[in-house]
């Protein structure tokens, strides 16, 4: 897609990775509508990035949330083309843990359903208002960019719900864009390993510097501009479809 006069839902958009891509779509002249939990982050980027980007609070696991959302994308004054799932969040137990206690449930199921299911809503959502648009150069309507991890591959000790919610990110990528080829939608999904956002910032410099160490090259952490690049190079990029791109400087993550 080379025509950046379009549309865009982020969702995860008010923070880290998504944050950095609303602000790379808006710097490209795309009206970005984020979609995020975080009023008052979500708010204050939108009436930074000023011209018509917009934020509307939204819950990616529930369906009405994310159907204004996608409205407030469509009613702008040109169409929706781009939607990137950024939004997430993280969660730690092992299967059974120290004292002989099983995983919480609970935790698992509500790490699948924010990552997983939330990100198979909002592209299912934005997939449906692209399609009724008209298509450009090669019957492309828009591009969908979801977001799971490293951790798909090479989850750790105590990453079974989280490499979970992103190995179904994985799995959904192919047929997603198979589904979707019949109206011209492509799904790629990004892998990132460690990337630097608030998530990560609230470690100590000594835990940081440490994860960079195992970093084959670049020998440093991801940045969220670095996520965003590829975002965007994606999005441009009409031949790439169905596929999932590690973002990780080679990075293998060890069982812990
Ligand atoms: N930072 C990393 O090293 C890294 C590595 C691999 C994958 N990821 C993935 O990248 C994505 C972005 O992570 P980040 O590091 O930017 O974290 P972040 O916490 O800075 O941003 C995540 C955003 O998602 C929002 N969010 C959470 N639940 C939501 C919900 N139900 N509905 C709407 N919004 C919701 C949060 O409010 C937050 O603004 C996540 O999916 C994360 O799993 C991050």
Redesign the pocket.
């Known amino acids: 897609m080379k025509n950046f006069d379009v549309a865009a839902v982020v969702?995860?958009g008010?923070?880290?990775?998504?944050?950095a891509t609303s602000r790379a779509l808006a710097a490209r002249g795309v009206a970005v509508t984020i979609?995020?939990?975080?009023e008052d982050?979500g708010a204050a980027l939108a009436g930074e990035l000023g011209g018509d980007a917009t934020f509307v609070r939204?819950?990616?696991?529930d369906e009405a949330s994310v159907q204004a959302g996608i409205a407030d994308a469509t009613g702008k004054d040109r169409p929706l083309r781009i939607a990137i799932n950024?939004?997430?969040?993280?969660w730690a137990q092992r299967t059974v843990g120290r004292a002989g206690e099983p995983h919480d449930l609970g935790a698992f199921t509500r790490t699948v359903m924010?990552?997983l299911v939330?990100t198979f809503n909002v592209l299912r959502l934005a997939a449906a208002a692209m399609a009724a648009t008209e298509p450009e150069e090669d019957g492309e309507r828009g591009v969908v960019v979801n977001?799971?991890?490293?951790?798909a591959y090479d989850g750790q000790i105590g990453q079974v719900a989280?490499a979970a919610s992103?190995g179904g990110i994985v799995g959904l990528t192919l047929p997603a864009a198979r589904d979707l080829s019949a109206v011209g939608v492509r799904v790629c999904t990004i892998?990132?390993?460690?990337?630097?956002?608030?998530?990560?910032g609230s470690l100590p410099e000594e835990a940081r510097t440490a994860l960079s160490a195992g970093i084959p090259f670049p020998k440093r952490l991801?940045r969220?501009t670095d996520f965003a690049e590829l975002a965007l190079a994606i999005v441009e990029h009409g031949y790439l479809n169905g596929e999932v791109i590690r973002m990780d400087g080679a990075l293998r993550m060890a069982p812990r």
Do not use: H, M, R, W
């Open positions: 969702s995860g008010a923070s880290g990775l998504g944050e979609l995020d939990l975080q982050k939204t819950d990616v696991t950024c939004a997430g969040i993280g924010v990552n939330g977001t799971a991890s490293i951790a989280y992103k892998a990132p390993g460690l990337v630097d956002t608030p998530l990560l991801g969220p």
